[in-house]
């Protein structure tokens, strides 16, 4: 940071700052350090700009793990804006980083109770209750949050993670249906979807496995793990004492093409980027007698 930005004056550091809240770059090292070096002397300089900037800083200082530096731009921003949600939800984040868990629900149940649209506590609560390893309340608040709020599609793809914690398949699967309701061209969700259908096990899964295996596969033919899934989807299929003989000569079919394809993928990385890079070291390499 310093041999980068060291000429720099106050007012250059005030629009970097700028220009990173304009791009949403975090920077959170480099905007916690210039605050230190070039800024915090400056606050009363920045006019309106000031508050935005100490945002800035606070959630910085709270990425760095710099409890007093958050604290401080806390403080102020309390006593210019004492009802504002927006700064009491940073005082909750501060807590939260405390490990205060209980003090920091506390305040985003306020927050909630004065704003039930309010998205952003919500979230921030169902993050707590899985710091602090209650996966069955998280879910159960995750839950009610999709209720309010269905196309958040992070917020299922949160749902589905804790779901396979919980070792519910079906459940983590609906979740991924939903996905694919929002992402119908996505071939991670289609391939994700399809690994959730595999460990479920049994034939009729094994079958949607392979489906979507072939989907995400069709979506993107470079995606190794797919063709990965579809080569051991069609083996369980093709080995099932449930496989009619019909679909048992198709997934071996499919098996061999997808088993074709791993090759192909691996000769060409193989050819394209290790053996170049194989016969560069193998030159440089001097052997001693």
Not at 208 to 218: D, T, V
Not at 260 to 275: A, F, L, R, W
Request: hydrophobic share 35%.
């Amino acid at each position: 940071m310093k041999d980068q930005y060291d000429k720099l004056s106050w007012k250059e550091v005030r629009d970097l700052f700028r220009t990173w809240r304009e791009d949403s770059e975090r920077r959170s090292k480099d905007v916690v350090d210039l605050w230190e070096a070039k800024l915090m002397g400056k606050i009363d300089h920045l006019g309106n700009e000031k508050y935005l900037v100490l945002e800035q800083v606070c959630i910085a200082a709270l990425d760095c793990d710099r409890h007093s530096l958050a604290e401080y731009c806390i403080k102020i921003l309390k006593r210019e804006f004492p009802s504002s949600l927006r700064v009491h939800k940073y005082h909750a984040m501060h807590l939260e980083a405390l490990e205060m868990y209980d003090e920091a629900l506390e305040v985003l149940d306020s927050i909630i109770k004065r704003d039930e649209t309010n998205a952003a506590p919500r979230k921030r609560r169902i993050a707590i209750l899985k710091a602090k390893g209650r996966i069955p309340e998280a879910i159960k608040e995750l839950t009610e949050y999709l209720k309010k709020f269905m196309s958040d599609q992070e917020a299922w793809h949160e749902l589905c993670d804790l779901y396979l914690q919980e070792q519910e398949y079906s459940k983590a699967a609906f979740c991924m249906e939903e996905l694919i309701l929002h992402n119908p061209h996505s071939h991670l969700i289609y391939q994700r979807y399809a690994e959730i259908k595999y460990s479920q096990g049994g034939f009729e899964n094994m079958e949607l496995a392979k489906a979507y295996f072939c989907q995400a596969a069709r979506l993107n033919p470079n995606n190794i793990r797919a063709l990965y899934g579809l080569l051991l989807a069609s083996n369980n299929i093709a080995t099932s004492p449930k496989c009619p003989s019909s679909k048992k000569k198709d997934a071996i079919k499919l098996s061999e093409w997808a088993a074709n394809q791993i090759e192909k993928q691996y000769q060409s990385k193989v050819t394209d980027e290790n053996i170049k890079t194989l016969e560069g070291l193998l030159g440089q390499l001097q052997l001693e007698i």
